[in-house]
């Protein structure tokens, strides 16, 4: 059988070369060149395995990626940036959070559930769209024959005259409730009630779902009952166009897309990997780090795990896992678990250069999402060059003697920065407000200057 990923992937993605998806992630990541060549060359190689013949692409593994660097300098970003590019099932899980099979935590195993769980809502949202128009009309069709009855069969004696006006008064109706005109009138529809219980089996010491379906098991135990409701036009239109979208979506076939899906383009990002790196010299159980590590290896090796949706094979879902490892070594991971992301990028520390051109240049940046926030108080907040150089430099200082957490810094430097303005811009009576270097030193050259101070609030 051949393998393709969605055509929405193919599409969107499938055309973009290596140097292309590199100056995508450019709009949103500062810097950090060489993890952006190694994720673009990943998602560039998976849309050549799809143009393989089947025996050969099924041989063909994803080159997982690890990620090394200290926080703050992109890591997510770029995974999530990558998998939004992609059109792909994302999911970002920290590593930590997992421990060993048959000790209280989460199982290794959940993170795929909950990939296929994001791959269902993806495909269903897709499908949504598809039907949006033809569940609209069902709906609308609905509401006229509770607002004006259908008319009655025709019988030999009746006249046509008569039916023309029924017709022509239901199409008034239908001009008027697109219109708004009888958004002010109450209707009695039939809701369903939701009955059906939920249920959580407690295996051992460990909490995992696992999905029960007693409607099939117990026909017509939990059909759920139907209760007459009264709601004003515009409600009971919505209620009644979800009603027919859910009809009209055939959750088996989206199911199995979103199987498919997460299969074939799905990304999984495992963070704080270093976390789970052993330590030499311990002594017990590392429950929550060897044994996390032997769980996690045959999830990206390649193996099949049991969910609601169905049997899911992880064979070819790219894996990019990332840590800081300041206290851990790469070579600190089982080999076996090394030997599964074969890609190794380092990421650089930023600096003020990059800081600057964080604040201003992607399609989010700080700076912009600043102005963006005030414009709804009817502010106009300008920042000058001088001004946004000056936060750049603060925040390097402050990551410099105390903890450095990237580009996270700046967030603190600018909520601090812009304290003031905060909370007076509503009384505001001036609402030009222009940030420059003099303002910016102001507010925070005696809390960059005093160490202890701006351990605290920096």
């Not at 979506?249 to 199987?259: E, F, G, K, N, Y």
């Amino acid at each position: 059988m051949a393998i393709f990923l969605p055509e929405t992937t193919q599409t969107s993605a499938g055309s973009l070369t290596p140097r292309q998806i590199v100056a995508e992630l450019d709009k949103y990541v500062v810097g950090q060149a060489a993890a952006k060549r190694a994720v673009a060359i990943a998602l560039r190689n998976r849309m050549r395995r799809q143009k393989l013949a089947p025996e050969l692409a099924e041989e063909i593994a994803p080159k997982n990626i690890l990620m090394i660097g200290p926080t703050g300098v992109g890591k997510t970003e770029i995974a999530r940036r990558l998998a939004r590019l992609a059109q792909s099932p994302f999911l970002k899980v920290e590593a930590s959070k997992f421990t060993e099979v048959g000790y209280v935590g989460r199982d290794v195993e959940s993170m795929v559930r909950d990939l296929v769980e994001l791959g269902v809502d993806m495909v269903r949202g897709e499908r949504l769209e598809e039907v949006r128009s033809k569940a609209a009309q069902n709906a609308e069709d609905r509401l006229l024959d509770i607002l004006l009855p259908p008319p009655r069969p025709l019988t030999p004696d009746d006249e046509q005259v008569p039916r023309d006006g029924q017709f022509q008064t239901r199409d008034r109706f239908r001009e008027q409730l697109r219109a708004g005109r009888l958004d002010s009138r109450v209707v009695e529809i039939e809701v369903r009630e939701k009955s059906f219980p939920s249920f959580e089996i407690i295996a051992g010491s460990s909490v995992e779902e696992v999905d029960i379906n007693l409607k099939d098991m117990l026909p017509g135990l939990f059909q759920g009952k139907t209760k007459k409701r009264r709601l004003k036009v515009p409600e009971a239109l919505e209620y009644l166009t979800q009603e027919e979208e859910q009809k009209l979506i055939d959750m088996d076939s989206v199911a199995r897309a979103a199987v498919e899906r997460v299969e074939q383009a799905g990304i999984i990002f495992i963070d704080e990997i270093d976390k789970i790196a052993g330590r030499e010299g311990s002594h017990g159980p590392e429950v929550s780090r060897e044994g996390v590590q032997r769980d996690i290896l045959p999830i990206v090796e390649g193996t099949t795990v049991n969910t609601k949706y169905g049997m899911v094979r992880t064979d070819h879902i790219l894996f990019i896992a990332a840590g800081a490892f300041h206290v851990s070594k790469p070579s600190d991971l089982i080999p076996e678990l090394q030997g599964r992301f074969p890609i190794r990028v380092e990421l650089e520390s930023l600096g003020k250069d990059e800081f600057v051109r964080i604040l201003t240049e992607p399609k989010s940046a700080l700076v912009k999402q600043y102005i963006a926030l005030m414009e709804t108080e009817g502010i106009d907040l300008t920042f000058t060059d001088d001004a946004i150089r000056r936060i750049a430099d603060f925040a390097q200082t402050v990551n410099e003697h105390t903890e450095n957490i990237g580009a996270r810094r700046l967030h603190t430097v600018l909520e601090k920065l812009l304290d003031e303005i905060s909370f007076e811009g509503p009384d505001l009576v001036d609402k030009t407000v222009r940030i420059d270097e003099a303002y910016v030193i102001r507010m925070l050259a005696e809390i960059v200057k005093n160490e202890d101070l701006s351990r605290y609030i920096l």
